[in-house]
């Protein structure tokens, strides 16, 4: 519902208007003079706003002013009991939509607001518009970035497969999308977490409000200063116009900030205001501006080790982590590959005019025993490399990739880790691997030194040999499983947790591929 401040220093004009305006659909709020109006204006925009030329302390035309400098997009129609030709062209070219001239009857200030109430939701969309598109202010054209539109998806069901993980974390969305708490998202770079903030919107209260999104690591510290708060004119040099922000442009709806774990802490101390306060000022004024914003995080670093180092406050992860969610990688749901490949492949086919594809059964194997390092974005890559490579479009009959052409586009796996000693004997295959865990003794001579055994050498050489032969088998056997970490754990005969904590310790070491 469209909001209206009436301001009047008249309480009987004030109470009369905004009956009129009430009795048409409109939400009212009013003030008795122009500062009054603007702390309310500050706090909470509305869609329009009716003032009075003559009151006193500050003129109509002089409130109008200083809603430029707050809003140059909102509405303001003027009315007065006095008016004359220069006062109407005074007005418009102060920048008030329209003039009424007391008395007016009501059908005419309910027509001229909802004009008004139009016009600003047209100026709002517009922006909105070039803000998701990444366009600045002033440039011809609108370009659609985001790649999972046009395929028809919303809400949770952007997410695609049917896996285990994915059941899951399709209810947990569902849950989380109908508050309007904070939310932290992790995850592997190209997991999906930007389709996941999506999925979040779209099924929140909020869907009807606007969708922002800053990649807050692509941005210099000012560019991202002002990119979320915007600018007063002349605050820098550059600074030719008032520009608002993403939080200003997101009101009422969801900003995304796309890597937060690479923001400043000078940006880090303004974020935890905004989400403590629900207000900012703009860079250059002192004006604080009111918001009503969900904001949704995402990062792909560990933030709690980042926290610990001192990377990243404290304070404003805990205001972030209100609604935690983990985004799995592709390895650890491959059984939704195939779904998630014809998937891509229908909208990649659809927007280049190509004949329908779809996978073969050995082809859908192939993709499967890899172990993708670059998750979701990876594959949606490789499915647009087939279509163009592959597809056709001077014919119906839908064509099918065989495993071929996939072998040669997936990278190869990383480098294994190698054993620091040539005594090592590798695990030829897993089941040695399987033994020697379990049994815990060497599959290698002991070292000697010129020929002669020493008693601290044999040790040494001992403990880094076994250490180094549990790596390499357990490495082997993520290999074996596509990095598929509880398999590997139960071929192991180990527990999923211990396995997590001796990567995690030989990744710090970079003993081991980051990937793992």
């Known amino acids: ?46 869609d329009v706003v009716v003032t009075d030329l003559k009151m006193p302390g500050m003129t109509g035309i002089e409130l109008l002013e200083k809603i430029r400098q707050i809003d140059d997009d909102l509405p303001v129609v003027l009315m007065t009991a006095f008016g004359t030709i220069e006062t109407a062209v005074t007005a418009i070219k102060q920048g008030a939509f329209d003039y009424l001239t007391k008395p007016f009857e009501g059908d005419e200030l309910v027509i001229t607001v909802k004009r008004a109430a139009d016009h600003g939701r047209v100026l709002r969309e517009n922006k909105l518009l070039r803000a998701a598109a990444g366009i600045p202010e002033g440039s011809a054209g609108i370009e659609q970035t985001d790649r999972t539109s046009g395929s028809g998806l919303s809400g949770v069901s952007r997410l695609v497969g049917d896996s285990e993980p994915m059941r899951k974390l399709r209810d947990s969305l569902r849950a989380i999308a109908s508050s309007h708490g904070t939310v932290l ?35 210099s510290e000012s560019l991202l200063e002002s990119e979320l708060f915007g600018h007063e004119k002349g605050a820098f040099t550059g600074a030719d116009k008032l520009r608002k922000g993403r939080f200003e442009l997101a009101d009422g709806g969801t900003l995304l900030l796309d890597e937060v774990s690479e923001v ?64 799995p990688a592709l ?5 939704d590959i195939g779904a998630l490949a014809n998937h891509f492949l229908a909208q990649v086919c659809k927007r280049e005019g190509r004949t329908p594809m779809r996978l073969s059964p050995e082809a859908a194997r192939v993709m499967q025993s890899y172990s993708w390092p670059g998750n979701v974005r990876e594959l949606q890559n490789i499915c647009e490399r087939a279509v163009v490579l592959l597809g056709r479009s001077d014919s119906s009959e839908p064509v099918t990739i065989g495993p071929e052409p996939l072998q040669g586009w997936l990278c190869p796996a990383p480098m294994r880790a190698t054993p620091l000693h040539a005594s090592a004997t590798p695990a030829t295959n897993l089941n040695g691997a399987t033994n020697l865990l379990a049994s ?28 180094d032969l549990e790596r390499e088998a357990i490495v082997d056997a993520l290999h074996k499983f596509n990095g598929h970490r509880q398999r590997t754990a139960s071929a192991l005969g180990i527990g999923v947790r211990t396995l997590g904590l001796k990567l995690k310790k030989w990744k710090e070491m970079r003993l081991v591929e980051a990937t793992l």
């Open 264 to 327: 400043s802490p000078r940006i880090q101390a303004k974020l935890l205001r905004v989400l403590q306060e629900r207000t900012f000022e703009r860079v250059g004024s002192s004006l604080s501006i009111g918001v009503d914003v969900r904001v949704i995080a995402t990062s792909n670093r560990d933030m709690h080790k980042a926290v610990a180092s001192g990377e990243f406050r404290q304070d404003l992860f805990f205001r972030l982590n209100v609604l935690p969610v983990h985004v």
């Open 440 to 467: 815990g003794s060497p599959a290698a001579p002991i070292a000697q030194v010129e020929g002669k055994p020493s008693a601290q050498n044999n040790l040494s050489s001992v403990i880094r040999t076994l250490e």
């Open 1 to 46: 519902m469209r909001s209206v401040l009436v301001v009047d220093d008249k309480e009987l004009m004030r109470d009369s208007v905004g009956a009129t305006l009430e009795r048409a659909g409109f939400t009212i709020a009013t003030a008795q003079d122009a500062p009054s109006a603007l702390t309310q204006i500050a706090a909470k925009r509305p």
């Open 331 to 335: 390895n650890e749901r491959l059984a």
């Open 185 to 219: 998202v992790t995850g592997p770079s190209g997991a999906g977490k930007e389709v996941v903030a999506r999925a979040i919107h779209e099924t929140s209260p909020r869907k009807n409000g606007p969708f922002l999104a800053v990649n807050c690591a692509a941005l």
